[in-house]
């Protein structure tokens, strides 16, 4: 196939031949001045052609790669504006992924087979991208459950930034006794006994979930460049080609970025990344940002590996948790200590990401900011943007705007969207985050995900969120005018992921001169029902000119990865995201496996009842058709 001369594509010899050509497409470029397309060509990784057959033949030599895209959407190749990117690329292959997984059956039976085949002083561990609100029962795990599908392999099962559940083999490997204390902003769960459970609560901190994971073992040398490379092709597989790394706790700099630093001076990043510094010890964060502004400056590096700038944390006393199955965090006095981080890095050139849920932190942000403003000191000329973001304010919005800020807003509410409907109500849920608002004043929008460790990386799933309002359990949240259409959703993966990273004039939209990055698709984007939005994947995806993921047709043009070590690993079995069907195929399907949910769930209810936690008699089937 490196060859297809077909429709008069001869192979010609000349001085601008393209390394690869992607032709008969139904392209969507993000660019106004030519919006649709049927050919691309590329060279040295920056885009020479865009048009039609006539238009890219003669960039066609004897060595150029022309791929058939047999008359499929093809889109600009997407950019997660908040992915824990490099976090979870050290962790991949140690995770067993229940992301898309429509049962908790399912899942149990693939944990109890991953149990199986762990050896001895590993841990089984399921750590975000999924929602007990998206399995047919409706309910997590129990611990009972765990300690039959494992019970000499310690398990940790992660949900949200609310819980987690441990087995009793984990809780030994953690070392969690009767007397271990509850630590700040967290619970241990104990029994009438006064002995652990195995539930490990946010209230609100989630410091205690993430301390207790990072008590399991970790990947080392190659097997951690195996692993993320693997990874990234599991994010090329769904088209996307950027991401702008968060940061995140347990992620320090320099030893968490070495690998991607490795991988990018071997020429091995599948994925374009942008990342922070995000500083790990309470009370050392300014001594933390003063040392990595004698290190590098942002924008260091290249087109595959970049200082972004510092965040999303820059002091842990402004952080809000956004655990929303508790209530809203009451923060301490933070501005001081605050305003000198802000302070620092404006002065050094420094722009930043800010996490921030609700608006009553937002605010206490904006004084601050407001204040250096008044000085001549903010933004001087830096990047910024709050992320998350989802009760924030129309003041606040406005008050963003005209400092100059920017927004990164995440899916979140796909997977946490019923415990912020309970504790909030509906008009609340209504605008979180208030889209349409931050877009109508002029606010440059990311779109993003926050995978790994509550949110799945992929992006179709916050492109479904973005455009339905609904959650993975088909709860629908935000009404039509706080959605925002197709063309838009897309724009925010693409062009607006390029600005926050100063780099709109070069990726974002398909166009000559810019970065050759795209994603041929398995399904319309634009035009496939949007319940199925969700179901897409790439088949084809591009980044600079290398094929990086191939599938169906295109089977084999991709560059060959490393096995996946080591051997045990579950993504080496499972795989990564758990595929399903789009709902106008899978009818049958999932009529059987709500039959299976239904009996799973009458036998958690018997279990339930020979305890005494529930009545013995079955709830009686009422009908009012049929009664008197």
């Given at each position: 196939?490196?060859t297809m001369p ?9 001085d601008?031949?393209a ?12 660019d106004?001045?030519?919006?649709q ?22 960039h ?43 049962t ?8 109890r ?9 590993q ?30 392999t ?9 819980s ?34 195995g ?24 097997d ?10 599991e ?29 990018a ?12 510094l ?9 001594d ?15 087109e ?19 655990n ?6 009451n ?12 302070r ?35 933004p ?24 100059g800020?920017a ?9 946490q ?7 909030y ?7 979180a ?33 973005l ?5 993975v359990?088909?709860l ?22 390029a ?21 041929v ?65 899978s ?12 009996a ?29």
């Amino acid at each position: 196939m490196s060859t297809m001369p077909v429709g008069g594509l001869v192979p010609r010899a000349t001085d601008n031949a393209a390394d690869l050509v992607v032709r008969n497409a139904k392209i969507h470029t993000g660019d106004p001045v030519r919006p649709q397309a049927e050919a691309i060509a590329i060279r040295d990784g920056v885009i020479t052609a865009v048009g039609d057959d006539n238009d890219v033949a003669s960039h066609i030599g004897p060595d150029t790669k022309v791929v058939d895209a047999l008359g499929r959407r093809t889109v600009p190749g997407l950019n997660d504006a908040h992915l824990h990117v490099i976090r979870g690329g050290l962790n991949y292959v140690l995770e067993l992924r229940w992301d898309g997984v429509p049962t908790l059956r399912q899942g149990l039976a693939m944990l109890r087979e991953q149990a199986a085949r762990t050896p001895k002083g590993q841990w089984v561990r399921v750590v975000g991208g999924w929602s007990a609100e998206q399995f047919a029962e409706r309910r997590l795990p129990t611990v009972a459950e765990l300690n039959a599908a494992a019970p000499d392999t310690p398990v940790f099962v992660l949900h949200l930034y609310q819980s987690a559940v441990l087995n009793r083999a984990a809780l030994k490997a953690a070392g969690f006794t009767r007397d271990t204390p509850d630590p700040k902003g967290g619970q241990i769960v104990r029994g009438r006994d006064g002995e652990p459970t195995g539930m490990l609560l946010a209230a609100p901190s989630a410091l205690i979930l993430y301390s207790t994971l990072a008590k399991a073992p970790v990947l080392e040398g190659e097997d951690r460049k195996t692993s993320t490379r693997h990874f990234l092709r599991e994010l090329n597989r769904f088209g996307l080609t950027s991401a702008i790394d968060a940061a995140g706790g347990f992620q320090n700099f320099p030893d968490n970025y070495s690998t991607v630093v490795e991988l990018a001076k071997a020429g091995q990043l599948s994925l374009r990344i942008a990342y922070h510094l995000f500083p790990q010890t309470a009370g050392q964060e300014i001594d933390d940002l003063t040392r990595w502004i004698e290190m590098a400056r942002p924008e260091d590096g290249d087109e595959w590996l970049r200082l972004n700038g510092a965040g999303e944390n820059l002091t842990w006393a402004a952080a809000d948790f956004e655990n929303f199955a508790e209530p809203r965090p009451n923060l301490a006095d933070f501005e001081a200590e605050f305003e000198k981080a802000v302070r620092l890095l404006m002065e050094n050139g420094w722009g930043f990401r800010l996490h921030a849920t609700y608006d009553e932190t937002i605010r206490r942000d904006l004084e601050v900011f407001e204040k250096l403003a008044a000085e001549g000191l903010f933004p001087a000329g830096n990047r910024w943007l709050f992320d998350h973001a989802e009760t924030v304010s129309a003041d606040s919005l406005d008050r963003i705007a005209a400092l100059g800020g920017a927004m990164s807003v995440q899916n979140r509410l796909s997977f946490q969207g019923e415990a912020f409907l309970r504790r909030y109500g509906p008009g609340a849920a209504a605008d979180a985050p208030p889209i349409r608002a931050m877009l109508e004043r002029g606010l440059t929008v990311g779109a993003g995900t926050d995978a790994t460790r509550v949110s799945t990386y992929n992006p179709w799933v916050a492109l479904h969120w973005l455009i339905t309002g609904r959650t993975v359990g088909d709860l629908v949240l935000r009404p039509p005018h706080n959605r925002v259409d197709r063309r838009t959703a897309l724009a925010m993966f693409t062009e607006a992921g390029a600005a926050l990273t100063g780099e709109e004039g070069v990726k974002g939209v398909l166009r000559p001169g810019f970065l050759g990055d795209l994603a041929v698709l398995s399904e319309d984007y634009f035009t496939v029902p949007e319940q199925d939005i969700a179901h897409i994947e790439s088949l084809l995806t591009v980044v600079g000119g290398r094929i990086v993921h191939a599938t169906a047709e295109y089977e084999g043009l991709d560059e060959e990865l490393p096995p996946i070590s080591p051997a045990w690993s579950p993504v080496a079995h499972f795989g990564g995201y758990h595929a399903t069907p789009g709902t106008g195929l899978s009818g049958a399907r999932q009529a059987e496996l709500l039959g299976q949910a239904v009996a799973e769930s009458e036998q958690h209810r018997q279990w339930r009842a020979r305890r005494g936690l529930t009545p013995e008699s079955a709830s009686t089937f009422f009908d009012p058709c049929f009664s008197l």
